[in-house]
């Protein structure tokens, strides 16, 4: 992914991709305040971001732009995520820029920056099935796909899972469970290749969203 330059600061970061929420105001030499929080992504994302306002002496109307994660992960938090930076954004006359990043590419670096030798890394969508990404020798990620247990057999034996949903689903095999957590991107060059910028923030997903029609039927 291209370089994405950041030069207005303060930034918000937010991310709701797991249980809970991450929130953090970006300065131009890192951050300037973080907060996490577990529990129900609907009360604890708003309380979070309350928190760094509040700590850093900021209001909404302060901050020259948004970064959020839009997945994958928890569909219900990163929903909330996306609604509340449009609304942030709609509400300044100035329309700052919006970022998007993937939970799964920023938990990569992270890790790589850790290992320094090919792992992959999984978190949930459904029984037998995940959204993946790997790394190889040269800390290149793959894009963010969707295997199956059948699919694990050509990858890298070091395997982190990530945990998304309160109701996770079985995790693969071989891995082991990592926590969830982007305070380590601690400076606006972490996040310069792994945000593009969006004009409107939607989540992203692996696999389309579908839904069974109802047929009305009386009752006999």
Not at 45 to 67: K, M, N, P, W, Y
Request: net charge neutral; with cysteine.
């Amino acid at each position: 992914m291209p370089i994405c330059s950041l030069d207005a600061f303060p930034l918000l970061v937010t991310d709701a991709s797991s249980v809970g929420a991450l929130a953090g105001i970006m300065g131009r030499d890192g951050w300037m305040a973080y907060h996490s929080e577990g529990g129900a992504t609907s009360k604890t994302f708003f309380a979070s971001v309350q928190h760094l306002l509040r700590e850093t002496g900021l209001c909404i109307g302060d901050l020259q732009g948004f970064i959020f994660c839009e997945g994958p992960g928890s569909t219900m938090g990163i929903r909330i995520n996306c609604m509340a930076v449009r609304t942030w954004v709609w509400l300044n006359a100035d329309q700052p820029p919006v970022y998007a990043y993937k939970s799964l590419e920023a938990m990569a670096l992270i890790q790589w920056d850790r290992l320094g030798h090919p792992f992959a890394i999984f978190s949930d969508l459904r029984a037998g099935q995940w959204n993946a990404i790997r790394v190889d020798s040269q800390g290149r990620s793959s894009s963010v796909q969707v295997v199956t247990s059948k699919d694990l057999e050509n990858w890298p034996d070091t395997r982190y899972h990530l945990r998304q949903r309160l109701y996770s689903p079985a995790a693969p095999p071989g891995s082991r469970s990592q926590s969830y957590d982007i305070e380590p991107l601690h400076s606006p060059e972490d996040f310069s290749g792994l945000i593009r910028r969006v004009e409107t923030p939607k989540p992203f997903q692996t696999t389309a969203i579908t839904f069974k029609k109802w047929a009305p039927q009386r009752h006999r």
